[in-house]
C-alpha cells in the first residue's frame, strides 16, 4: 500500500520542518523545555531514489506524515504496509526469508524482540544515536521514540489521593466497572509481557483475574478509553501517555481527564520505545539504513515530540513542556529486550477469559 501524501498535508509539514528549523537558529520554542544543543545531523540529499518496504505497528495517522517527508526528501519510492505491531510481527514470522520487507518499525520492543531472528545488525553509527537503554543489546534494532505507560483518568470522579500508587490495586472490588484496558493492543501485551518478567506469572494471573472479575470494560486501542474517561464512561483507563495530549491539543486545557504516572512503579510505570529494525533478506539495504538513520535525526525528533508528544530519544532535541520528565518517573527497573513474549502473553491474557 502506497500512501500519498495530500498537499495540504505536505504544506503543513513543509511548515513544521522551517519551524524546526527555525527553533534550531534561535533556541526559541515556548512550548518545550530547552535541553542541550542538538548535535548536526546529516540531511538525507534528494538524490537515492530507488524503493523501500516499511511494515509500520505504528498508526498511519501518527507517523505517515514523517514518512512522506522522507520520501520526498530523498526521492526513495516508499511504500508502507499499516497494522498492529503484533499482527506484522507475526506475517514476517510467517513470510520468513520471502517477505518484501526492509524496514519493521513497530510500536514496542515486544514486537521488535520477536522477530529478532529475522533481523540484521545496525551500523554502528546509526545505532548509538539512541541511547543505550532503549536499544537492542544485539544491535539488531533502535529505539527511537519514548512511551510511557499511564493510567488516565477523571480528576472529577477520582480524588488524586486515591490514585492507586501500582496497577495491581486496580484489581480491588472499589474499581469494579469503573476501568477500561484494550487486551489486544501491542504497548498493552507489551505491559502486561513486563508484569510477567517484574511480578512472575502467578501475580500476573492474579493481576488479569482481578480485572476480569472487575468487569474492566474492552476498548479495541487507546484513543477510545481516553474519550471513555473524559465521556464519564470509565474512570481509569491503561493506555500510552500521548493520547490525552492529542485531545488537549484539539479540544483545549478543559478537557476533562489527565495522565497519572504510578507513583509506586512497577510494570503500569514502563517507558517503552518505539523503534526501528532492518529485515536480514532486505532488498534495498542502504535505503532501509538512510530511513532508520532519518527517524533518528533532528527533524523527526522534533516531529515525535512536537506532533506526537513522544518522549524523543536524540540528545538535544527539546522535549514538549506538557511531559513529565523520564527522570521523574518510577519507571521499573526491566531490561526492553526481556519484553519480546507476545505469544505467551496473548496465550496466558486468553487462558484468563481477558481474550476470546
Known amino acids: 500500500m502506497r500512501s500519498l501524501i495530500p498537499s495540504g498535508r505536505m504544506l503543513a509539514l513543509a511548515a513544521f520542518v522551517i519551524v524546526v528549523a527555525a527553533m534550531a537558529a534561535c533556541g526559541a520554542d515556548p512550548t518545550a523545555t530547552p535541553t542541550a544543543q542538538p548535535q548536526a545531523t546529516p540531511t538525507p540529499a534528494p538524490q537515492a531514489g530507488g524503493s523501500l518496504v516499511i511494515y509500520s505497528g505504528r498508526g498511519e495517522s501518527l507517523v505517515d506524515p514523517i514518512i512522506q517527508q522522507f520520501a520526498d526528501v530523498t526521492g526513495i519510492d516508499v511504500e508502507v504496509k499499516y497494522g498492529g505491531t503484533a499482527s506484522l510481527a507475526a506475517t514476517l514470522l510467517e513470510e520468513g526469508t ?27 553509527d546509526i545505532l548509538e544515536r539512541s541511547p543505550e537503554w532503549a536499544r537492542s543489546p544485539q544491535g539488531l534494532w533502535a529505539g527511537v521514540s519514548g512511551r510511557a505507560r499511564v493510567l488516565v483518568y477523571s480528576p472529577d470522579r477520582v480524588p488524586e489521593d486515591e ?18 484496558w484494550a487486551p489486544t493492543n501491542g504497548s498493552f501485551l507489551t505491559m502486561v509481557t513486563g508484569m510477567r518478567e517484574l511480578w512472575g506469572e502467578e501475580k500476573t494471573a492474579e493481576w488479569i483475574s482481578g480485572m476480569v472479575e472487575n468487569d474492566a470494560v474492552i476498548y479495541p486501542k487507546n484513543t477510545p478509553q481516553v474519550a471513555a474517561v473524559a465521556a464519564g464512561e470509565i474512570d481509569i483507563g491503561l493506555v500510552n501517555h500521548y493520547y490525552l495530549y ?45 530511513f532508520v538513520e532519518f527517524l533518528l535525526g533532528a527533524v523527526a525528533q522534533q516531529f515525535f515530540a512536537g506532533q506526537t508528544f513522544e518522549y524523543p530519544l536524540v540528545e538535544g532535541v527539546k522535549v514538549n513542556r506538557l511531559l513529565t520528565p523520564l527522570d521523574e518517573i518510577a519507571r521499573p527497573d526491566i531490561a526492553l529486550a526481556d519484553l519480546a513474549d507476545l505469544d505467551g502473553t496473548t496465550a496466558v491474557l486468553r487462558e484468563l477469559g481477558a481474550l476470546p
Open 98 to 124: 520471502n517477505s518484501p520487507a526492509d524496514v519493521f518499525y513497530a510500536q514496542d520492543p515486544g514486537g521488535l524482540g520477536a522477530v529478532e531472528s529475522l533481523l540484521a545488525p545496525l551500523p554502528t
Open 163 to 180: 490514585l492507586p500508587a501500582d496497577v495491581f490495586e486496580l484489581t480491588d472490588p472499589k474499581w469494579k466497572g469503573r476501568i477500561g
Open 246 to 290: 492529542r485531545f488537549i491539543s484539539e479540544e483545549g486545557e478543559d478537557f476533562a481527564a489527565r495522565n497519572y504516572h504510578p507513583s509506586g512503579g512497577g510494570p503500569g510505570a514502563l517507558v517503552m520505545v518505539s523503534g526501528a529494525g532492518i529485515l536480514g533478506t532486505a532488498e534495498n539495504r542502504d535505503n532501509a539504513e538512510r
